[in-house]
C-alpha cells in the first residue's frame, strides 16, 4: 500500500466520520460522499470498496442506497492518527529536524577523540553503537540550515562524560541521534573540542559513512535529527 493510497484513505474516513459513520450506520450514497471527497462517483466507489477490503468500514447495499459504519479496526486507525496528531501539535520539541549539508575533508582530528577509550565506551553504552573511527563532516550552506542547527541546542541531547587523563582535560559532549540519507542510523556530536562552527555537523556512526554511502568531497547529504523521547 502506497503513501499515496493510505493518505485518500484516512482522507475518506474522516469525511465519513465527520457523516457519523464512527457511531452508528449512515446512509451514504457515492455521489454525495464523492462531492465531499471533491472527486467522482466512481472514484468515491472506489475509495470505499478498499476501505472495505482494508476492514475499516462495512457496507451493506441496499435499494434505498448504501448504508456504511466505520468498523472498530477503522475507529482505532482515527484514534490513532488523533494521537500522532495531537502529540505533534502539543509536543515541546519537534520530533525530528531534517538539515543538508556538503561533504567536505575534515582535520582529522575526529577519530582522534573517539577513538579514546573513556569516550567510545559511552558511545556504545549510550547510543548503542560502536563508532567508526572518524566523522563525516557536513557543511551546512544555507541560513535556514545553519538556524534550525541552532535550534537544537535547546533540545535534550544524550550527554557523554567528559574526562581528564595524564595529561590533558577532554570536556563533554553532546550527541543526537539521527539518520542519514533515510539509511544509517548514527549521531551528531557537539563540542567535542571542535574547531567548527554551527554551520559544520559533525557525525559519527557504526559504519564508515563515506564508505557505505559511497560519498565524496562536494556530495549533498540530507539527515533526520530525531529529538528523544
Request: hydrophobic letters at 35%.
Amino acid at each position: 500500500m502506497t503513501e499515496r493510497n493510505v493518505c485518500r484513505h484516512f482522507f475518506t474516513l474522516i469525511k465519513l466520520a465527520e457523516m457519523g459513520a464512527h457511531r452508528r450506520t449512515a446512509k451514504i450514497s457515492t455521489e454525495y460522499l464523492a462531492a465531499k471527497l471533491n472527486t467522482s462517483q466512481q472514484t468515491a466507489s472506489r475509495y470505499l470498496i478498499e476501505l472495505d477490503n482494508r476492514g475499516w468500514v462495512e457496507r451493506t447495499i441496499t435499494a434505498e442506497g448504501c448504508l456504511i459504519r466505520i468498523t472498530e479496526s477503522g475507529v482505532k486507525e482515527l484514534q490513532n492518527l488523533s494521537s500522532r496528531l495531537r502529540f505533534l501539535m502539543e509536543a515541546e520539541y519537534l520530533p525530528s529536524i531534517t538539515l543538508e549539508g556538503t561533504v567536505f575533508t575534515g582535520l582529522g582530528e575526529g577519530a582522534y577523540y573517539i577513538s579514546k577509550e573513556q569516550y567510545r565506551k559511552q558511545f556504545i553504552e549510550k547510543l548503542g553503537f560502536d563508532p567508526y573511527p572518524g566523522t563525516l563532516n557536513l557543511k551546512l550552506t544555507t541560513d535556514y540550515d545553519i538556524k534550525t542547527r541552532n535550534e537544537l541546542e535547546a533540545y535534550p541531547a544524550i550527554e557523554i562524560e567528559g574526562f581528564t587523563s595524564e595529561d590533558r582535560t577532554f570536556g563533554p559532549v553532546r550527541c543526537y541521534p539521527l539518520i542519514i540519507e533515510n539509511r544509517t542510523r548514527g549521531a551528531l556530536i557537539s563540542a567535542m573540542r571542535s574547531h567548527y562552527d554551527a554551520s559544520v555537523l559533525e557525525i559519527i556512526a557504526p559504519v564508515s559513512l563515506r564508505k557505505s554511502l559511497k560519498l565524496k568531497d562536494g556530495y549533498k547529504v540530507k539527515v533526520e535529527v530525531l529529538a528523544l523521547p
